[in-house]
């Protein structure tokens, strides 16, 4: 077959709805975008880990400690999944973990934040973990396979992140004058990074077109947007609270919300590793990987030895 009957081949799988499995031929670039988005995502997952494993010594009930704690073991869970759909597509997770620690890969920008109190834990599950499930939910229908299995699971557990996170700011949102106001503040600060976890505006999305045509993508950056700011807008009645943009109002000719302007220069600074904690956050991560060298290095040791005795065995 030619290169040209390969790719209508390819296309006409993805239009019929049937997976692309690992063996299956398909496009350079519908490789590489997969091993990118996939691989970004693995980070995201372990690079989030941070911001909130800081507050696991300082939660303030053993019942919030416990579920923090289950939080971030759910997220580590998630990396390893990914990391494994990533794989898949040639490239080793070795390698995918030392481009993470040198800062040639990408992770979210929005885990390039700090987080100041307690509040913040409950927002980061509401809102951070809410946009995250709307753009996740679309990707266990993408046309990868391994992606979209590993995405079912991933979902489920977002969920509940997404759950227990608004309970946290519920629980502040009927207490003192001082819970409220550090829900309040909370909300205020994490508001607009949120929704910049989608990605730029379409119009300045190089790869939307094709990740729609191929199926990567299911909705685009703009819809989904709307979409989060359309749930959240009418979820914080029942806090009490207010979001932190005056442009915010609803539209009943679009039967959508309006909203203001994102802050794009601070959007792409952070990307480009200027945000508050993006040192920090790869400082972590080196260090985490470095003093963790003599379990990998046990680890495999363990696994020769085990292999070894087997294979005696079988002798």
Sequence with gaps: MTLHDLEKSFQAKIDAEIKIEPK????????KTNLRQISQHAHSEIVGMLPEGNWITRAPSLKRKAIL?????????????LYAAAETLGTSREQMIDDLHSGKAKYSSIFNYPTLTWADMGAVGWLV??????NQVMLCRTSYGPYARAMVRICKEESFHQRQGFDALLVLSKGTPEQKAMCQDAINRWWWPSLMMFGPKDSESTNSDQSMKWKIKRKT????RQHFVDMIAEQIKLLGMTLPDPDLKWNAEKMHYDFGEINWEEFWNVVKG??????????????????GEWVREAALAYAAKKAERLQKRVA
């Design 24 to 31: 299956d031929w398909m496009p350079d670039a519908y490789r």
């Design 221 to 224: 950056n703009d819809e989904l």
């Design 129 to 134: 973990d809410g946009a995250a499930i709307l």
């Design 274 to 291: 200027n945000g508050p904690c993006n040192k920090q956050r790869l400082e972590a991560r080196n260090k985490a990987h470095q003093e």
């Design 69 to 81: 704690i289950a939080k971030v073991q759910d997220e580590a869970g998630h990396g390893l999944y």
